[in-house]
């Protein structure tokens, strides 16, 4: 039966063969020279030729020791070429994506922690904005919330949202009772970009005589959330990424009447050429934790 030789101890020799020093082949593999010794005793074995004359003070190759040290270097140093390529690129291994603040703190962020269980040595690299005129094509993926698909190289669809108003605990025991008439006794909540988003809600729903008094825009759905959690008004508030602030009792939906729109949260790949294996994987992921939700 062969015999395997074990990689450290042919690299132990060639590097004792390169310094003509058990002690300093010592000091560069963090080994003790007994060490280095006993695994070139080993290596000796198992050759049958004596790789190295040993003196009080010092050692040199054999004519073997030679022969076999101009053979087998090449493949270790191209050996250890090839796992220091493999390690830098798994530690260099980063994908970045760009993605809507709410959709970051409420859906993704929360899920990273099974991401890194299962990928560890695939880095993600976040960058959250505002407004979809902020995503960059630099980034390898985005998520984007669309009323129409995007016309990049690769797009996925990922889910629908829909809004129901809704507003703090406190504020909602003043304004239940109230029926309709609530949403002319207290402030509306909108985000910016879409400044008729209430009065939609009204059309959608036959509200009639739909006349706000007061109207607050704000820049964020986030700010949209954490405003109605103060108490400042009643918010259109997306669902499904707000679920948690229902389920834990911060928000209540003062109607049960939603606003259904065409917007739609996409995973656009900009770059079709830049598919790679740890690319492929995250895409993956991502449909299959958020897809269809």
Not at 40 to 67: C, H, S, V, W, Y
Not at 242 to 251: C, N, P, R, Y
């Amino acid at each position: 039966m062969a015999i395997q030789t074990p990689i450290r101890g042919l690299r132990s020799f060639c590097v004792a063969a390169k310094c003509l020093s058990f002690k300093h082949a010592a000091n560069q593999l963090h080994l003790t020279p007994s060490a280095i010794s006993h695994q070139i005793r080993q290596l000796e074995e198992q050759l049958n030729k004596q790789l190295f004359k040993r003196q009080t003070r010092a050692i040199e190759l054999t004519p073997d020791g030679k022969q076999f040290y101009e053979s087998i270097a090449p493949i270790i140093e191209k050996l250890e070429s090839t796992i220091a390529d493999f390690t830098e690129a798994a530690a260099q291994s980063t994908i970045s994506i760009t993605l809507p603040e709410f959709f970051a703190s409420e859906l993704f962020v929360p899920m990273l922690s099974k991401w890194s269980e299962k990928y560890p040595n695939i880095n993600l690299q976040l960058d959250t904005v505002k407004r979809n005129a902020d995503h960059t094509k630099e980034s390898d993926l985005s998520i984007i919330l669309s009323g129409t698909k995007p016309t990049d190289a690769i797009v996925y669809e990922l889910f629908p949202i829909s809004y129901l108003p809704a507003c703090s605990p406190e504020l909602y025991k003043k304004l239940k009772p109230l029926g309709d008439k609530a949403l002319e006794e207290a402030q509306l909540i909108l985000h910016q970009s879409r400044p008729w988003a209430w009065h939609q809600w009204a059309d959608e729903n036959d509200i009639e005589d739909f006349e706000p008094h007061r109207i607050v825009q704000v820049d964020s759905m986030f700010s949209v959330a954490r405003a109605a959690q103060k108490g400042l008004g009643i918010a259109l508030i997306p669902l499904p990424l707000s679920q948690s602030w229902f389920d834990e009792g911060v928000l209540l939906p003062l109607y049960d009447k939603q606003l259904y729109t065409r917007d739609r949260y996409y995973l656009v790949q900009h770059d079709w050429h830049a598919s790679r294996p740890e690319l492929d994987i995250f895409v993956q992921w991502l449909l299959t934790e958020f897809g269809g939700m």
